[in-house]
């Protein structure tokens, strides 16, 4: 018997079964098809290849790597290039703890500073420092080159429109569960 995202034996899908909750993560799963299971596998063949082609190309013509140049792009398109610690792990998908210890190695090389957050007293204010946006505003073009070599220009306008339209789609669904998971830590 294979076990596999298409099911025991790869058989035929098997119908929806709501969960308890009606998550669709009931006990029986709807198996996915071969055409569900073919884009499935191709999705999650991008991840970590792409990450470290871009990484790769980062690291060796800016010295960041692809989370210091994601959080250095969510603050220079900030408001004042500052944000709410909280705000900056909402934006980049980061749990507290990845964060504050990321934070932290960026401050050390002078990318970020981090202030009390004047309008509680509570929370901390991440905050792009000039040598941070020196720094991005080198590194972008590169990237950039990159982006376009790997991904862009090897689609069609439909593809890359198709492409943004399911990354929208996903991402909401995954911003409503990021959200439950935070709600369900702050409640305990």
Same mark, same amino acid.
């Given at each position: 018997?294979?076990?596999?995202?298409?099911?025991?034996?790869?058989?035929?899908?098997?119908?929806?079964?709501?969960?308890?909750?009606?998550?669709?993560?009931?006990?029986?799963?709807?198996?996915? +098809?071969?055409?569900?299971?073919?884009?499935?596998?191709?999705?999650?063949?991008?991840?970590?290849?792409?990450?470290?082609?871009?990484?790769?190309?980062? +690291?060796?013509?800016?010295?960041?790597?692809?989370?210091?140049?994601?959080?250095?792009?969510?603050?220079?398109?900030?408001?004042?290039?500052?944000?709410?610690?909280?705000?900056?792990?909402?934006? +980049?998908?980061?749990?507290?703890?990845?964060?504050?210890?990321?934070?932290?190695?960026?401050?050390?090389?002078?990318?970020? +500073?981090?202030?009390?957050?004047?309008?509680?007293?509570?929370?901390?204010?991440?905050?792009?420092?000039?040598?941070?946006?020196?720094?991005?505003?080198?590194?972008?073009?590169?990237?950039?080159?990159?982006?376009?070599?790997?991904?862009?220009?090897?689609?069609?306008?439909?593809?890359?429109?198709?492409?943004?339209?399911?990354?929208?789609?996903?991402?909401?669904?995954?911003?409503?569960?990021?959200?439950?998971?935070?709600?369900?830590?702050?409640?305990?």
């Amino acid at each position: 018997m294979t076990l596999s995202t298409a099911g025991p034996d790869a058989g035929p899908a098997a119908g929806p079964d709501p969960g308890p909750s009606g998550d669709g993560l009931g006990s029986s799963p709807r198996w996915l +098809t071969e055409d569900e299971a073919k884009a499935w596998r191709a999705l999650r063949g991008l991840g970590a290849p792409l990450n470290s082609v871009l990484n790769r190309q980062l +690291t060796r013509e800016s010295g960041l790597s692809m989370a210091d140049y994601e959080v250095l792009v969510v603050l220079s398109e900030a408001s004042g290039s500052r944000l709410r610690a909280r705000e900056l792990g909402r934006l +980049t998908g980061w749990e507290k703890s990845r964060l504050s210890h990321h934070i932290t190695r960026m401050e050390a090389r002078g990318l970020v +500073t981090r202030e009390g957050d004047s309008s509680d007293g509570r929370g901390a204010v991440v905050v792009l420092t000039p040598f941070g946006r020196e720094t991005i505003v080198g590194a972008a073009p590169g990237h950039v080159v990159a982006v376009r070599h790997y991904v862009i220009d090897q689609l069609t306008q439909d593809q890359l429109r198709t492409l943004g339209e399911i990354g929208e789609i996903v991402q909401a669904r995954l911003v409503e569960a990021c959200v439950e998971i935070e709600e369900e830590n702050c409640a305990s």
